[in-house]
């Protein structure tokens, strides 16, 4: 028995897609001690998945742990956000936003349905990387999508780029559908 690959929109990109793929490297941060930049990004009829990597110098103490808290649970028993948390959001060119500390506010259903959303899939890494996936619907209007990150532990103050969201949106053009949803 088939199972069908229909998955809410906020749930990750439709499985029964091969994605468009927009060839993209943009450096978002390079210091002495680390790099913060997008490799690529992949396109969806229903929205688009991009991977954040970021690079360390050098490994950090034992003692210290340079990404799990800045990817994961951060939120402290006061209601304020960790400053180890990265806080990365894009903005479409209608203003609307989405960001990956979005999980710590009220979402209600409609707000989910209708984005834009933000939601992290699968990370991976070592002592010294990270890669983090974030799937994000829908896809943008024409114009500029706006990247925004922020890393108060790492001294990196708000700071933006702009990606032409036309680029994701011609790339859907390119994705091509396994098979149609059963009936």
């Known amino acids: 028995r088939r199972l069908s690959s229909l998955v809410a929109v906020w749930s990750g990109p439709p499985q029964n897609f091969v994605p468009g793929i927009v060839p993209l490297t943009r450096m978002l941060e390079h210091k002495d001690e680390l790099a913060m930049y997008v490799a690529m990004i992949t396109a969806y009829p229903s929205g688009f998945e991009l991977t954040l990597s970021l690079r360390l110098r050098e490994r950090p103490p034992r003692d210290v742990e340079a990404f799990g808290v800045a990817w994961y649970d951060s939120l402290r028993d006061d209601g304020t956000i960790s400053p180890e948390l990265l806080r990365f959001g894009i903005e479409f060119s209608d203003g609307r936003r989405a960001t990956n500390i979005d999980k710590y506010v009220e979402q209600t259903v409609e707000r989910r349905k209708s984005g834009p959303g933000m939601t992290a899939h699968s990370g991976h890494g070592t002592e010294t990387t990270h890669d983090q996936r974030y799937w994000i619907w829908p896809l943008p209007p024409p114009g500029d999508l706006l990247l925004a990150w922020e890393w108060p532990a790492r001294e990196i103050p708000l700071r933006t780029t702009a990606i032409d969201a036309g680029?994701?949106?011609?790339?859907?053009?390119?994705?091509?559908?396994?098979?149609?949803?059963p009936a």
């Not at 949106?169 to 396994?178: F, Q, T, Y």
């Open 167 to 181: 680029t994701i949106i011609a790339a859907v053009g390119e994705a091509n559908e396994l098979w149609p949803e």
